[in-house]
């Protein structure tokens, strides 16, 4: 779900090579893609690597280990807060709703 997700949405506008001094400049192909997409959820993954299932793991980190790109927005009030507002909206739906949420091989509600 994570690889067809980050070639799907995440990489959408990745269209030519900047950081390979051998691919910069040219086109970036769907099996690229897919491949860098399979390394990325294979770290993600790893629980050695991040000693927990389920730890939220920084921006920082997701951007020095493992190479992606992140939109810092901390700095932009008006997208923080508007980001924070959808959030807070979909997480009390969830439990005034009681979906069940999947948490440590139990159901939190």
Excluded: C
């Excluded at 979909?90 to 091989?105: D, Q, W």
Aim: no cysteine; proline share 4%.
């Amino acid at each position: 779900m994570l690889k067809n997700w980050l070639v799907e949405y995440k990489f959408r506008n990745w269209l030519s090579h900047r950081t390979d001094p051998a691919k910069k400049g040219h086109p970036v192909t769907k099996e690229e893609k897919l491949q860098r997409a399979e390394e990325i959820a294979k770290l993600l993954g790893d629980n050695k690597t991040w000693h927990s299932h389920g730890r939220n793991i920084s921006p920082r980190i997701l951007q020095a280990a493992v190479g992606l790109e992140i939109e810092d927005y901390s700095t932009d009030l008006k997208r923080r807060n508007l980001i924070r507002a959808y959030n807070d909206l979909l997480t009390e739906y969830v439990r005034k709703n009681e979906f069940p949420v999947f948490i440590h091989s139990k159901y939190l509600f």
